[in-house]
Structures are given as structure tokens and as C-alpha cells.
């Protein structure tokens, strides 16, 4: 029902900004519950950041609370990440995630992008 597809990812110097987008196709975007997740090489997929459908509600991973903002456009059916302060740890593949419900995006969402990559050097 739902494809996404982000982009937006490259190389940054630790402590510069990128900017991910994830275009949702579909009528319905506006009902889905958004969400991050990055997996990094030989580590375990993990959350990021959510939003509710209403773009109400966010939530952070400790690991990026302070440096990164979630927000969505419903009108263009997308949402983004912006990414400050970026660091080496930082560095992954993120994916775009998106459900029905706010608690599923946040754990096993049910629709999921192609992932992008973010690269920051040590």
C-alpha cells in the first residue's frame, strides 16, 4: 500500500548537517505514522526517530536527542530528518519506515524504504 523511497544521504565532516527526505506514495500518507531506523556494518538495525500522522508527537533515540529533528509534510508527502552535529558513530544506512500506528513505527514498522547511505569520517 505504501512505497518509500528516501534520499538525501553522503559523506559530511563530523560535525556538519545532512538532510534526509523519504517520499511516501499513496493517498493515505497522511495517516501513517512515520519513522528512522540506521543499521550500521556488522551492527543491529536501530531506531532513530518517529513522528505521528499528525506530525504532533516525536521520538528520539538517546543517541540522537539534541541533534536530530523528525518532521513531515503532509501536503508532499514526505518526511524528514535533519542531521546536526553529525558523528562518526553516526555513520550507517538509514531507512525510512511507516505504519499505522505510532508504537509499531517505532519497533517492527511495516513499510520500509531502500535505505540511504550517511557516511561521516572519523
Known amino acids: 500500500q505504501v512505497q518509500l523511497v528516501e534520499s538525501g544521504g553522503g559523506l559530511v565532516q563530523a560535525g556538519g548537517s545532512l538532510r534526509l527526505s523519504c517520499a511516501a506514495s499513496?493517498?493515505?500518507?497522511?495517516?501513517?505514522?512515520m519513522g528512522w531506523f540506521r543499521q550500521a556494518p556488522g551492527k543491529e538495525r536501530e531506531f532513530v526517530a518517529a513522528?505521528?500522522?499528525?506530525?504532533?508527537?516525536?521520538y528520539y533515540a538517546d543517541s540522537v536527542k539534541g541533534r536530530f529533528t523528525v518532521s513531515r509534510d503532509n501536503a508532499k508527502n514526505t518526511v524528514y530528518l535533519q542531521m546536526n552535529s553529525l558523528k562518526p558513530e553516526d555513520t550507517a544506512v538509514y531507512y525510512c519506515?511507516?505504519?499505522?500506528?505510532?508504537?509499531?513505527?517505532?519497533?517492527?514498522?511495516?513499510?520500509w524504504g531502500q535505505g540511504t547511505q550517511v557516511t561521516v569520517p572519523s
Open positions: 519506515a511507516a505504519d499505522g500506528l505510532l508504537a509499531r513505527v517505532r519497533s517492527t514498522p511495516r513499510y
Open positions: 499513496g493517498r493515505t500518507f497522511s495517516s501513517y505514522a
Open positions: 513522528i505521528s500522522w499528525s506530525g504532533g508527537s516525536t
